[in-house]
């Protein structure tokens, strides 16, 4: 059992970070088998769960940041909830909410989830940055809400059946190019880094090009290829319904 508060050098974090990965990797393919097989009883008590589960995780990231881990500095520049991933986690979430209680726009949440999750958290998760990141706490809790958005989206894919196609893949662009004028202006009044707008991740990330702004450019030109990527799952399974 580990220390949440115990401070670990770098080859600790990273063998940590593994170690949560394939454990979730495994939460990740049971809740795609559930969401197959449970019927829509036991369907909405697990979207309930996830629901109450996603809603646990930032409540325990945000107690690990105030009380448990004493090397972590709050500040307002690092710790609003202003980064794709949060806007990805929350949006999984509203799509969750959205299900249960059937109502509109659900789609529109999903597909941002969906993109910013698989190009954000996924991408995250792979090329892991330990910025801020001193204890196993810390890992954890960084952990959990990348994984955890990827766990609300199978399950909304599962479970529910919600597919992203190319217009999924306009609504994410939208939505991303207007919330970087509001968190841009966030930056420029307090100093921040929010979206990682200002400089680049510490990361070895093969999309991240250059330096700023060109790193930002490039993002912002292979966005549609990207996007079709994460349409060709969808399109496979179509292929093979008909």
Request: aromatic share 22%; charged share 10%; glycine share 4%.
């Amino acid at each position: 059992m580990h220390d949440l508060t115990l401070p670990l050098s770098n080859s600790d974090l990273y063998a940590a970070h593994w170690q949560i990965t394939y454990f979730l990797v495994c939460i990740w393919v049971l809740v795609s088998f559930m969401g197959i097989k449970l019927n829509d009883s036991y369907k909405k008590y697990i979207t309930v769960l996830l629901i109450f589960i996603s809603f646990s995780q930032e409540i325990f990231d945000y107690i690990n940041r105030f009380f448990l881990s004493d090397l972590y500095i709050v500040k307002i520049q690092t710790d609003l909830p202003l980064h794709l991933c949060h806007f990805a986690y929350w949006f999984s979430v509203i799509c969750l909410i959205c299900q249960l209680y059937n109502y509109k726009n659900k789609q529109f949440y999903f597909n941002c989830a969906y993109f910013l999750g698989f190009s954000g958290a996924f991408q995250g998760i792979l090329t892991v940055d330990l910025t801020g990141i001193y204890t196993f706490g810390d890992m954890l809790a960084l952990h959990l809400q990348h994984s955890f958005i990827i766990m609300n989206i199978l399950w909304l894919i599962f479970a529910y059946r919600f597919t992203f196609n190319p217009n999924g893949i306009l609504q994410a662009f939208i939505f991303t190019n207007i919330i970087i004028l509001f968190v841009g202006a966030v930056n420029w009044i307090i100093g921040s880094n929010y979206m990682f707008l200002c400089s680049s991740p510490a990361v070895d990330n093969l999309l991240l090009i250059g330096e700023w702004p060109y790193y930002l450019i490039v993002l912002e030109v292979i966005f549609f290829l990207y996007g079709y990527i994460l349409c060709i799952p969808f399109l496979i399974i179509k292929y093979f319904k008909k």
